[in-house]
């Protein structure tokens, strides 16, 4: 088998699970045993072993709602082995570096954490996708990938982590600055299932991303970002994320084109708003537009929990036009199954 041109049944010499070098055959033993015996998250990883060492091209996956609708899609296995090489490159996380993987694996990013493992020769300890996935571990990793959660809940011990990917959720400014004291190199990435996780990562204390290789940027006639990427998708995906493109390989994230708020013909974009808001809420919250009969739209803020006397003081960085009309209450938020808050719901059951 030619290392340097993998493909998806490939496992390089060097990969260790849980301290074990493992060939293809030996997975999917331990894949058999995790679904038998394991715990619920190791029963996902042996489900996804036997189907990334099946005779089938592809992977079935479910979409995030990022190009639009969720929906089941087929993903290349050849097209995820590219998405890991190009990881490697990246981020210089080559054969024989230690790596944790703590994310759920019935979703892309865990999934490809797998991949990455089989295919660059990782040394990968597995553990539960909790909050506190460092807990009694003291071992110290080259490499992880989190949701923001887990790094906020691990901020006393991510010093374990050499280099730690963010992704599932925008990484928060008073995340960004308990982070930034750490000797560990924090990436927020940005990237979905129909991209096979990152296409797109920078350091948090930068504001612009930076395409992985082989990764081009433009925008469509809405400015939302439109992702050309060679070697993963056979045509350019088509997001509902409003970019600022810099340059085809450079861009800003400004917020959801679905959540844009149309207010008195002045464009709000709730992610930047709340952004602002972050510091100073210390719970669950968002800000969206509903119907008004003369602004069109009007923004509110919507808060999770029983109702309380805001402080005036919130809303001390926000322009004229960024000041919630109404302050709302929701007794919890609507989630998808992968954890993602879904506003019009949310505002629905109010």
Request: hydrophobic share 40%.
């Amino acid at each position: 088998m030619n290392t340097n041109n993998p493909t998806p049944g490939f496992v390089h010499s060097r990969f260790k699970l849980n301290g074990f070098h493992l060939s293809a055959d030996d997975l999917c033993r331990v894949a058999y045993s995790f679904i038998k015996e394991g715990d619920a998250f190791e029963k996902s990883i042996g489900m996804f072993i036997l189907d990334w060492f099946d005779k089938k091209s592809y992977v079935l996956m479910q979409t995030s709602g990022t190009t639009g609708v969720p929906k089941t899609i087929q993903v290349s296995k050849q097209a995820m082995v590219n998405s890991a090489i190009a990881t490697g490159e990246y981020f210089n996380v080559g054969a024989g570096i230690r790596a944790l993987h703590c994310l759920p694996t019935q979703f892309v990013a865990g999934k490809m954490m797998l991949v990455r493992a089989f295919i660059l020769g990782w040394d990968m300890d597995i553990a539960a996708p909790t909050a506190t996935p460092l807990d009694r571990n003291d071992h110290v990793y080259d490499f992880a990938a989190m949701v923001p959660l887990q790094a906020q809940q691990s901020v006393s011990r991510l010093n374990q982590v050499k280099i730690l990917i963010l992704g599932g959720a925008k990484v928060s400014s008073a995340l960004v600055n308990e982070l930034q004291n750490l000797q560990t190199e924090v990436f927020e990435t940005y990237g979905m299932t129909e991209t096979i996780t990152h296409i797109a990562a920078k350091h948090i204390d930068e504001t612009a991303f930076e395409a992985l290789p082989n990764i081009t940027l433009s925008t469509d006639e809405r400015g939302c970002l439109v992702i050309h990427a060679e070697g993963l998708t056979y045509e350019p995906v088509v997001t509902n994320d409003v970019a600022d493109v810099i340059n085809k390989t450079h861009f800003i994230w400004l917020g959801r084109y679905d959540n844009v708020i149309n207010s008195g013909g002045i464009k709000l974009y709730p992610e930047q708003i709340e952004e602002k808001l972050a510091s100073y809420i210390n719970r669950r919250f968002f800000v969206k537009g509903m119907p008004d009969e003369a602004l069109g739209e009007k923004l509110v803020l919507v808060i999770e929990g029983d109702k309380f006397e805001l402080n005036p003081d919130v809303f001390s960085e926000l322009d004229k036009y960024e000041r919630p009309k109404d302050v709302l209450f929701a007794d919890k938020f609507s989630e998808t199954g992968s954890g993602k808050l879904q506003r019009a719901e949310t505002l629905r059951n109010i």
